[in-house]
């Protein structure tokens, strides 16, 4: 089935350790972004990128790095996960960067102890 | 910069009754989507408004844009229990790419038997 394929489902991980969090598409599509889910703040983004080689901070990019070498993959990383960052997350694509409909992938449900 | 309010966030209703959700945005845009998510699960697109008096239907579903009273609806006809999900309605901020989506916190909406 096409769509956004996001791993881990869920992880827990102790606070300081590196985390990455893999999303892949195969709908080629050329933007991807990562948002985090809060209770009673929403979805927030936290980096995207346009085309493949480019990446954009978003609202929330503090304590996160992504890289984006091809179109279909667009991993997460925490370098040392805090506490504040237990969340959802969600990897998400659209056609191009300036459509806002949006395909969303299962999440990535982090708790960070 | 732009700001979107849903209301209500919680709404709870009866099986058959009509209810609306509003989402208003501060900023001017002609571009509004709403999301459906399902408790535990990852985010639907449902509609994509893309001008002044656009209207959607799907199901008992409709969805409408004002972009004059900078104000989208999403109205339920004669709800059913399978309705029962969040709704997001999320604002393009129109200035570079999709990275300028702005949601809105969510409206939690429970159909009662």
């Known amino acids: 089935i096409a769509g956004i394929t996001q791993a881990p489902t869920s992880q827990i991980l102790a606070a300081g350790r590196r985390m990455t969090l893999r999303c892949t598409q195969d709908m080629r599509h050329n933007a991807m972004y990562w948002y985090r889910q809060d209770l009673g703040l929403g979805l927030r983004l936290i980096h995207y990128?346009?085309?493949?080689?480019?990446?954009g901070k978003g609202e929330v990019p503090d304590g996160y790095s992504v890289s984006r070498a091809n179109t279909d993959d667009f991993p997460l990383t925490l370098a040392s996960a805090v506490p504040s960052q237990t969340s959802v997350y969600f990897c998400a694509s659209s056609r191009d960067h300036n459509t806002g409909e949006l395909f969303f992938g299962e999440g990535s449900r982090l708790t960070v102890l | 910069e732009l700001k979107v309010e849903q209301n209500p966030l919680f709404l709870s209703m009866q099986e058959g009754k009509n209810y609306t959700i509003y989402c208003n945005y501060s900023?001017?845009?002609?571009?509004l989507y709403w999301y459906r998510q399902d408790p535990g699960k990852s985010l639907e697109s449902l509609f994509v408004?893309?001008?002044?008096?656009a209207v959607k239907q799907e199901g008992r579903l409709m969805a409408s844009l004002d972009t004059k009273a900078r104000l989208s609806t999403l109205h339920i006809t004669a709800a059913v229990h399978d309705l029962s999900a969040t709704y997001f309605c999320?604002?393009?901020?129109?200035?570079?790419?999709?990275?300028?989506?702005?949601f809105g916190k969510g409206t939690k909406l429970t159909v009662n038997p």
């Open positions: 900023t001017t845009s002609d571009r």
């Open positions: 990128s346009n085309t493949a080689g480019t990446t």
């Open positions: 408004l893309l001008s002044n008096g």
């Open positions: 999320a604002v393009d901020r129109q200035k570079g790419g999709s990275e300028k989506l702005v």
